[in-house]
């Protein structure tokens, strides 16, 4: 078996079981992947419930490749939009494809709005670009980081790195509470992974570890 057989073996095994519709998406992650040479590596975290962090964020391209990716794995991801987007007659192919409406105007504010989701879900998984736009930012959006404190849920690293075509899981953690600890091992995490325009790639940090 050569070892691009090996790899797709392991990774199959390593699934979780799907019904038929589970199984077109995967072919259809697959398909994509090797039309652009790419490859998956690692695994999402044994929790049912958990903020993805989709970085680096640099270019329109990481969105497809985030999805195919999550349709390998067998995950269905959900994100956040502004809630006027989901009205009729949109709003219900939104919901299906993973949209999350949220209220930026309300008194209560985006995470605590967030935080009520997770509580009332009980399989829920975030996908969140902190760095917040395509361009280059000084500082990350610390939405994702309280939203994990608050509802006593993980955070996993997901990646895009265009150097080695490759497309994941990283590490996973429950945060401490420490914004300066708990993002030095993000920082640890993604210092070899390589957006696909590298001049937009932007700094790893919170104003709060300042």
Same mark, same amino acid.
């Given at each position: 078996m050569t070892?691009?057989?090996?790899?797709y073996a392991t990774v199959a095994r390593q699934m979780p079981a799907r019904n038929h519709s589970g199984w077109i998406s995967y072919w259809l992650g697959r398909l994509w992947m090797a039309l652009f040479g790419? %490859?998956?590596a690692g695994q999402p975290p044994n929790s049912k419930k958990y903020i993805l962090i989709a970085e680096p964020h640099t +270019?329109?391209?990481?969105?497809?490749?985030? !999805?195919? @990716? @999550? *349709?390998? *794995?067998?995950?269905? !991801?959900?994100w956040m939009a502004k809630h006027t987007?989901?009205?009729?007659?949109?709003?219900?192919? !939104?919901? *299906?494809? /993973?949209?999350?409406?949220?209220?930026?105007? +309300?008194?209560r504010g985006v995470v605590a709005q967030m935080v009520d989701r997770f509580r009332q879900s009980e399989q829920?998984?975030?996908?969140? +670009?902190? =760095?917040?736009?395509?361009?280059?930012?000084? *500082?990350?959006? =610390? /939405?994702?980081?309280? &939203?994990a404190c608050e509802a006593r849920i993980p955070i996993t690293c997901g990646f895009l790195d265009y150097a080695n075509k490759i497309?994941?899981?990283?590490? +996973?953690? &429950?945060?401490?509470?420490?914004? @300066?600890?708990?993002?030095?091992?993000i920082r640890d995490f993604y210092r070899d992974k390589t957006g %696909?325009?590298?001049?937009? &790639? =932007?700094?790893?940090?919170l104003q709060q570890e300042e």
């Open positions: 070892p691009r057989r090996k790899h790419w %490859k998956v +270019s329109n391209w990481d969105l497809p490749f985030m !999805l195919f @990716a @999550a *349709y390998i *794995y067998g995950i269905k !991801l959900s987007l989901f009205r009729k007659p949109f709003g219900f192919l !939104l919901r *299906y494809l /993973g949209g999350i409406p949220v209220n930026r105007t +309300s008194a829920l998984i975030v996908a969140i +670009s902190p =760095s917040g736009t395509r361009g280059r930012v000084n *500082y990350w959006k =610390s /939405g994702f980081y309280r &939203m497309a994941g899981f990283g590490c +996973s953690f &429950m945060p401490t509470g420490n914004p @300066a600890r708990d993002m030095q091992k %696909k325009n590298t001049a937009n &790639m =932007s700094p790893i940090r």
